[in-house]
């Protein structure tokens, strides 16, 4: 055995913390397979063992046969003849099993080579078990470990003895990563399949965010506050649902802290993604309008059949509650496990359009015009008809869209509603006529006319 075995031997106990028995049964191993390598035939040897002393650094093989008559002896690798084997053991009889050592010349230093490649793989194999038996029970828990490497969009981790791998999916896109940084971590699951034990980490999951809150809220390490329910958007926004076992203590005002240090901290360590802290309650009305804070709502309409909560709030709170990208609605629905739909309420529009037509109606009777041409004046800040003998003809007519002879007349008509003379600029001649039956008169046309001659 060479001192670079030896020292392999001593790394993988002491900086692995694999046992040395492990170590040495791997090494056993490795030099089996190098044995069977070396020999010709020696494949067709059913059993072998290794000897290694790692003090001396010796390695002997040894190979069990089976004793069997003179006459019968045929298979040199798996049996010895009676006669060799009496040499032996005088006692020897034929079906007794025999160990023999058939360590070849200088086998310890040909074979190194060829057993180191065989022990590491059966060292890295001890490793992966020894993961998946320590990390096991630790699915769920938050470690620390330093970023090692990166594999296409994976994130390799240095966890000390370990290393746990971060996958592009459990990855916070907003966050940059560089080698050696020393980050926190979420455990979502040690997987123990074809390729041998694996730390599937996160920073995105949302138990991470109900681990960090644990951590740092004595009032939920001790159940006093509760979080029932976390909605996630990793880097960008967090709502968190909590509520009180006892009702002397604020579950917000727990998980905030005194002037917010406790869910600053928080947020630090999300690298400022938004967190929004909730009182949680069994009411949806209730729970809805905690949800979409802070936004005032109008109405809320709940269908517990289908799970939907319908809202309307004003235009100027519709932004807020839809949140940037429909976060803050879309959060909400998740944290409820109900469809949240937020719509502008429109009965204010309503009441001011009825209010208008009313008013425009009112215009439409003192000047004899039709509904719809009233509400364009209306429109117009013809209000009253006060308001509209002040108006120039040159801004009524584009106004309305009529004649300059069709805005004069409107114009008549505003100054007799009103008690008020008419300017002699607005004469009846120049304003539109009003058509009646007695003023359409019939003229023949010239071809239709009998023309008399008269011989003089």
């Not at 459990?170 to 455990?187: A, F, H, K, M, P």
């Not at 920073?203 to 681990?211: A, C, D, G, K």
């Not at 390490?221 to 076992?245: M, P």
């Not at 364009?376 to 009253?384: D, E, V």
Request: hydrophobic share 40%; net charge negative; aromatic share 6%.
């Amino acid at each position: 055995m060479t001192n670079d075995i030896v020292a392999l031997i001593d790394y993988y106990e002491k900086e692995k913390g694999i046992d040395r028995d492990k170590v040495v049964a791997a090494l056993e191993y490795a030099f089996i397979s190098a044995y069977r390598k070396m020999v010709p035939g020696a494949d067709a040897i059913e059993t072998l063992r290794a000897d290694v002393n790692t003090k001396k650094g010796e390695t002997k093989i040894f190979a069990t046969l089976n004793v069997v008559t003179d006459e019968d002896y045929a298979d040199k690798f798996n049996e010895v003849p009676m006669k060799l084997a009496s040499q032996r053991n005088p006692d020897a009889q034929p079906g007794d099993e025999m160990e023999f050592n058939v360590t070849p010349k200088d086998f310890g230093r040909i074979a190194v080579q060829t057993a180191k490649q065989t022990m590491m793989q059966r060292l890295r194999q001890a490793e992966k078990e020894m993961i998946y038996e320590e990390f096991k029970d630790r699915a769920g828990d938050i470690v620390s470990g330093t970023v090692r490497r990166f594999d296409r969009n994976d994130v390799l981790i240095d966890l000390g003895k370990f290393e746990g791998v971060m996958p592009s999916r459990e990855r916070v896109q907003t966050e940059e990563y560089n080698i050696g940084d020393r980050i926190r971590l979420y455990v979502v699951a040690v997987e123990n399949e074809g390729r041998g034990p694996e730390i599937i980490l996160s920073r995105s999951h949302p138990n991470f965010v109900r681990r960090l809150f644990e951590a740092e809220v004595n009032e939920i390490s001790d159940h006093t506050v509760e979080i029932r329910g976390i909605a996630r958007e990793a880097g960008y926004r967090t709502k968190v649902a909590v509520w009180s076992n006892d009702p002397k203590v604020d579950p917000v005002g727990a998980c905030v802290g005194m002037k917010g240090a406790r869910v600053k901290n928080i947020v630090r360590e999300l690298n400022n993604e938004k967190v929004d802290i909730i009182r949680w309650s069994e009411d949806p009305e209730e729970f809805v309008r905690e949800a979409l804070k802070p936004a005032l709502l109008r109405t809320v309409k709940i269908d517990e059949g289908a799970r939907q909560v319908m809202v309307t709030v004003d235009e100027e709170d519709l932004s807020k509650a839809i949140g940037r990208r429909g976060q803050n609605a879309r959060l909400s629905s998740r944290l409820m496990g109900w469809d949240v739909q937020v719509r502008k309420d429109e009965s204010k529009k309503e009441e001011f359009e009825a209010k208008v037509g009313a008013a425009a109606h009112s215009v439409a009777e003192q000047l004899g015009i039709d509904d719809d041409l009233a509400d364009k004046l209306f429109r117009a800040g013809g209000t009253s008809v006060d308001m509209v003998v002040d108006m120039p003809v040159e801004y009524i007519v584009p106004m309305l869209e009529v004649t300059p002879a069709r805005a004069k007349e409107i114009l008549i008509r505003a100054h007799e509603a009103a008690g008020r003379p008419v300017p002699a600029e607005l004469s009846r001649a120049d304003a539109a006529p009003t058509e009646t039956a007695e003023e359409v008169v019939e003229v023949p046309a010239a071809d239709d006319t009998e023309t008399e001659t008269t011989e003089g």
